[in-house]
């Protein structure tokens, strides 16, 4: 059984780009979280998706982030017009339908941006 | 709101002496703990959880915890530390209100020495 996958694991972005992270879920499993960890930093919560519905996007930037989770498909966090201050890694997590508390992390995508 | 404090953010040791890593958390519900382990440049793994019944926890690679309500700890400990567990370790919480949403402290460097 594949674990969470992510990709890319690394990502160079200059100021402006558009970053587009994907997370592919373990098998089964249909709940998707987006967590952000600065440097030197714990993990922080963005936001929490279930299949086509956006559940709980308390921790999002208000603007230039966006994530999806489509009924066919990876879940895409999306940054438009990348800063410097966005420099991180991201996690994904998973979790089965019936313990959404149980969350499996995927390698992270260490986003860069110069 | 809740809420997770690692009270050490650093702590060395040497090798085969014990450790333990000191988490207090504040929630007004009943809360799911959680210690993860990241090494260098990687995503998290779960090394245990506590959802329920019995306050002493086991986990992955030798570690425990004990879930302690009146003192809302939830330290981690190793009887003999090698020196492939020096890593960053990450006490979280989340709770059924709180769906989805984990909250993660700032983190413990382990550094074992020979």
């Known amino acids: 059984n594949a674990g969470v996958m992510q990709n890319p694991r690394h990502l160079v972005r200059r100021r402006g780009q558009e970053a587009r992270l994907r997370c592919s879920p373990m098998?089964?499993?249909?709940?998707v979280y987006w967590y952000r960890q600065l440097p030197e930093e714990g993990l922080k919560f963005m936001v929490y998706?279930?299949?086509?519905?956006?559940?709980?996007e308390s921790g999002m930037p208000k603007e230039r982030f966006s994530a999806e989770f489509p009924k066919e498909g990876p879940s895409i966090l999306r940054i438009q017009q990348v800063v410097r201050g966005d420099s991180a890694a991201y996690f994904c997590?998973?979790?089965?339908?019936?313990?959404?508390?149980?969350?499996?992390f995927g390698p992270g995508t260490r986003l860069t941006v110069t | 709101a809740q809420s997770v404090t690692q009270l050490d953010s650093q702590v060395p040791v040497f090798e085969e002496a014990p450790v333990e890593l000191r988490c207090n958390y504040s929630?007004?519900?009943?809360?799911?703990l959680f210690w993860y382990v990241q090494y260098p440049n990687q995503g998290l793994q779960l090394l245990l959880k506590?959802?329920?019944?019995?306050?002493l926890v086991k986990g992955i690679n030798g570690f425990e915890a004990e879930f302690n309500k009146s003192q809302t700890s939830f330290h981690l400990r190793k009887p003999s530390v090698h020196i492939s567990d020096t890593a960053e370790y990450f006490c979280?919480?989340?709770?059924?209100?709180?769906?989805?949403?984990?909250?993660f402290g700032d983190g413990t460097t382990l550094t074992v020495k020979p």
């Open positions: 997590a998973s979790s089965p339908p019936t313990s959404y508390y149980e969350q499996y």
């Open positions: 098998k089964g499993h249909s709940h």
């Open positions: 998706l279930q299949k086509e519905n956006i559940i709980d």
């Open positions: 929630s007004s519900v009943s809360v799911y």
């Open positions: 506590y959802l329920s019944g019995s306050t």
């Open positions: 979280a919480v989340s709770s059924n209100t709180n769906a989805g949403k984990s909250t």
